[in-house]
């Protein structure tokens, strides 16, 4: 392995995307292709990464695909192994697999609670437990873990999937510190409403709400969702100057603020919301 060139900011480069099939992680690793980057498209959806992989080679990228299931380490410590051997280097971990389950916690299982936990948290601490030794042999690289809005934020109805993504943004930024100094960059997306597959009623493990896909996709609509390409061209230009928290859309930052500033006033508004949220779409709960 070659290590004695540091961190390509993508041309050139090696970038591992879980969740690659397609959402976020597709847009980011077709975003990534573009701007010359060899991307590796990990996914339990083999079919689909294989297609997207398949485009990107017909489009004279370099591409490929691996099925994976983030929950199990020793798979995706293989896969970033074999990644840097077979490259020389491993530029970019994109730890992007995730899962969602909504409704009231008082609906949860154990095993929704542990499912999410396990794709969301540990699936990414493998990402990140694999990759980041690779990098520290190297002295360079970047891991950028995905969050969300509602990991800076309160989420009613969204308990666990909150839960994971706050976890996340506690972990990337203590280990954003500690990584600076063996020359290796985490950095931590927060996307807000982005236009997936997951609008239309995908993405979602399990609901305990009786909504309708075209009720979910209402529902995103109105919230102006932003297209995922430019989402990820955003993304990559705030990864590139190495930002520690990513928030896209911007727009974000503001109700961010108020939340840091007025928490209460905040659940409050959010206790009145949810109400009408449950009698607009008449839920059962």
Not at 16 to 26: E, L, V
Not at 167 to 175: C, E, F, N, R, Y
Request: hydrophobic share 45%.
């Amino acid at each position: 392995m070659d290590t004695n060139i540091g961190l390509r900011i993508f041309k050139g480069a090696t970038a591992i995307i879980t969740g690659g099939a397609s959402g976020i992680g597709k847009a980011i690793a077709m975003e990534l292709s573009r701007r010359g980057c060899e991307v590796v498209l990990a996914d339990v959806q083999h079919g689909l990464a294989q297609e997207v992989a398949s485009h990107i080679q017909s489009s004279g990228g370099k591409a490929s695909a691996k099925k994976i299931d983030v929950r199990d380490f020793h798979a995706v410590k293989e896969l970033v192994e074999e990644t840097a051997q077979r490259t020389g280097r491993l530029d970019y971990m994109f730890n992007n697999a995730g899962a969602a389950i909504i409704g009231e916690v008082s609906d949860y299982s154990i095993e929704d609670w542990n499912l999410i936990i396990d794709i969301n948290l540990r699936g990414e601490i493998n990402g990140i437990q694999a990759a980041y030794q690779v990098m520290l042999k190297q002295k360079f690289g970047q891991i950028v873990n995905t969050s969300s809005l509602v990991g800076l934020t309160p989420s009613p109805g969204n308990t666990v999937y909150s839960a994971t993504k706050h976890a996340l943004v506690g972990l990337s930024q203590s280990l954003r510190v500690e990584a600076a100094l063996h020359g290796i960059r985490i950095n931590v997306v927060c996307p807000g409403v982005v236009r997936t597959p997951m609008m239309h009623g995908g993405g979602f493990n399990k609901s305990y709400f009786n909504m309708s896909p075209e009720q979910v996709a209402d529902m995103f609509e109105k919230m102006r969702p932003m297209d995922v390409d430019l989402f990820a061209k955003k993304v990559l230009r705030l990864i590139a100057k190495d930002k520690g928290i990513i928030i896209v859309p911007s727009s974000n930052k503001i109700f961010i603020g108020l939340y840091k500033f007025f928490p209460e006033t905040i659940i409050i508004l959010l206790k009145i919301a949810t109400k009408r949220f449950i009698k607009k779409y008449n839920l059962v709960c």
